[in-house]
């Protein structure tokens, strides 16, 4: 568990407010009348008519099911019906496995797809699209940059979120106050940390994933446990300015919370209680009334009970034996229990009114359509930012560059020393061809290496882009200009020394063009792998697809069986023509022969001239219709295609989400 430290829990104390004091203030300034929400007349509305700018969130009959193979299809919700609206705090609740998370992800419109959505949910009366930004939304994962700072994190984020209009200072400020907000101004210089690597503990990167998302302050907020990993005073704290945010700056937003084991100061924080068991709604309506449904039913909380934790023990069917037995003695089973529950509440008047409401607020008619762009920061800050962000990750991580570069290095002395001074006898043809070969195929596979570092990546710029913090296109600059400068290093560095230790061509041209070639070849390994990324995203089958790929360009790069000798269907055309390895391969080549004469002296004395063209042409079968620069500008050229293939990919998948 992770505990709060004294200093985090002073901003109330700071102001002179006590606990109990900070919660009557909460309710009454953001709980209006409408905090007895369960009646459907109009008036209740009548504030939030005037607040066109709020988000008002309906779902009706809303039912989900998931492909269970042959085995039919399984139901996760059942006919939901209910309502989110400015100003209000609605928590979803539930036993492990109800469909909380589901049912935040159907409304936030982000479900799997292999799933299947019936029913209607309509955002201010109208069917329309959450647009990347219109939302945020924690995840119940938290996904952070590991090797940032809790106020690098944060601070980055404030630069990509906020708009320009804001200055540098503001955005800082808003991001210390946030901070602060969530009681993580002690932790604030600590890396966030990840596997292998201890940092902030999980309640706090649990906070800083909230830090994260309501910087902006968007009209509507989904959570999913937002306290999970909070001890109760942290849970409290965390949830009351949640709460606190729902009328903030005269703006009321819509926020919407899955939580699984509220205190009772956490419960009274709630307006409105969706309390679900196996997808059903076994109750919907004003969470102060939900005691009063439980007693009326036959299921009283008994004194000093946390109600909470009563309305769970009741509905929770995963341990029955234990609840049997919890039940005071009652003779009925939890099944029993829910199924008396969900008939006791489609019975009720609560229910009834409940798609009166709903519809009440769809008739609405001055309701707008929703933003559709929130104001970010421009594109160029977004790069610039990010680009940052990026450069800085790859720096501290460990496994991104520096373990690539330590094993180039040995690698290279390993080449410099097989291959060392191999002169330039007629004999050095093949271990220059042989040395080339190596250095252009197994050290660039090896960038293959860095696809781990670069899934958590991917896994951050995903979450980010959905809760729409940036564009793909500053995402995939950013990531190509960061990391330019470490594949550079591992480039030249190791390349210098494989190069110059056996004594390859002399000359400064020919250094530049093979450790260009080298670093063409890397980044190109690298924009594969972003393409893998962004279809297997998961380390081992990317890792096993990838070298696939490779392996495969390598088999045909005109090496290990000549270009002539390549059966033409699929492997000759197209394959070869699109391995990288090819171009690789005849640059390099062209790069050390083109121009050379090499001597060889017969058995009996005679002397044999073989010209660098004749090894190329006749040798090697290269295509000596173009240059070795017209090689390297094809390696280029790839590197722009594959990256634009990527943020092509990433678009069209935003395109086919849900
Ligand atoms: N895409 C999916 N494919 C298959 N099953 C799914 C999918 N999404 C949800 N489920 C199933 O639906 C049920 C509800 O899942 P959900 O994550 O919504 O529960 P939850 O109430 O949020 O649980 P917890 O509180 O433990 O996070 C689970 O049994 C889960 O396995």
Known sequence: MDSLPHSALQPLTDHGINTTLEMETIKKTTVPNKREGGGSNMKEFGTDQQDDDGVFLTWKDLSVTVSNGKRGTKSILQDLTGYARPGELLAIMGPS???????????????????????????????????????????????LMTT?????????????????????SEKKERADMTIREMGLQDATDTRIGGWGVKGISGGQKRRVSICIEILTRTKLLFL???????????????????????????????????????????????HNLCLLSSGRAVYFGPASAANQFFALSGFPCPTLQNPSDHFLKTINKDFEKDIEEGLAGSAISTEEAIEILVESYKSSDRFQQVPKQVAEICKLQDHKELETKRSHASFLTQCHVLTRRSFVNMYRDLGYYWLRLAIYIALAIGLGTVFFNIGHSYGSIQARVSLIIFIASFLTFMAIGGFPSFVEDMKIFEKERLNGHYSTGAFVISNTLSAVPYLLLVSVIPGAIAYFLPGLRNGQEYFVYFVSSLFACMMLVESQMMIVASIVPNYLMGIIAGA????????????????????????????????????????????????????????????????GEEILRDTWQAEMGYSKWGDLAVLLGMIAFYRLLFLLIVKLTEKVRP
């Open 97 to 143: 496995g109800c469909g909380k998370s589901t049912l935040l992800d159907a409304l936030a419109g982000r479900l799997d797809s292999n799933t299947r959505q019936t029913g209607e949910i309509l955002i201010n009366g109208r069917k329309q699209v959450l647009a990347y930004g219109t939302s945020a939304y924690v995840t119940q994962d938290d996904t």
């Open 148 to 168: 940032l700072t809790v106020r690098e994190a944060v601070y980055y984020s404030a630069q990509l979120q906020l708009p320009d209009s804001m200055s540098k």
């Open 224 to 270: 999913d446990e937002p306290t999970s990993g909070l001890d109760s005073a942290a849970s409290f704290y965390v949830m009351s300015r949640i709460a606190r945010l729902g009328r903030r700056d005269g703006i009321e937003r819509t926020i919407v919370a899955s939580i699984h084991q509220p205190s009772t100061e956490v419960f009274q924080l709630f």
């Open 548 to 611: 696939g790929i490779q392996g495969l360009m390598l088999l045909v790069g005109g090496f290990f069986r000549l270009p002539n000798d390549l059966p033409e269907p699929l492997w000759k055309y197209p394959l070869y023509e699109v391995a990288f390895h090819k171009y690789a391969y005849q640059g390099m080549f062209k790069n050390e022969f083109e121009g050379t004469i090499f001597h060889s002296t017969n058995r009996d004395g005679g002397q044999h001239i073989i010209t």
